[in-house]
């Protein structure tokens, strides 16, 4: 595992605290409303822990050693029971329909293969289940597009692999789910630029409910 590895994991939360507060309603909006089983994938160093409902019960993927070895010990903190597995999402070790909700925030730029990982979500979610997503994709305007694709090896390189320029609502539309709500917007982050972020949910339909 790479010093720049180490370094994205010990320095994580203290980058991100500049925004958290930005972030916060969206991880009210995924994490919060999950219920049962909950896998989330890259969890970081447990961003999310504080908003999941005291009832569901967590499992993290997560690759990185340096981040899981603070999801660890954040776990504790907030005195929840969860597992960690640490691999990469391309290929969950579970069986298909193990989870009623599946979470992805700030990750999907980041990992190796996105129509894999989201596809990895829709597998593992039982009918009934809600996959919960918060990104930052790419710029639906041409100028925001142009400047994404300049930027990003520069941004990718210092930030241990985080992509500006994904089309992750073509990778969710695509993934196969019943029905998926999407909200688009730009997050400010008191700079002079926007980040343009989606979140929303991709449900599973139980038709099993329904008969
Ligand atoms: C930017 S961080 C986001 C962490 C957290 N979800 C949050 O909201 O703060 C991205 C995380 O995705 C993890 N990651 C990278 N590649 C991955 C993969 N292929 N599968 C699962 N997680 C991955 C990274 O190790 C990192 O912890």
Redesign the pocket.
Known sequence: MSLG?WL??AW?DLL?AGVEGR?APY?TETAGRTWGDVL?????????LAYYPAHARLTF????PH??RK?KRNISRHRRDAEIVL????DLPFPDESFDCV?????L?????HDR?VGEARRVLRPGGAFYF?EHVVSPRRRGHWWQNKLNPLWKFA????NLNRDLTASIRNAGFDSVEIRSFDLSVGLPVTIPNIVGVARVSNFLAAR
Not at 87 to 90: H, L, N, V
Not at 109 to 113: I, L, N
């Open positions: 590895k994205f994991a994580y991100n972030v991880r989330e994938i890259g969890g970081g160093t447990g961003a999310n993927i997560e690759p990185d981040m899981a999801l691999q990469p999402a391309e979470v992805t925030t700030l990750v730029c980041m990992v190796d293969d990982v918060y930030t241990t692999g985080c």
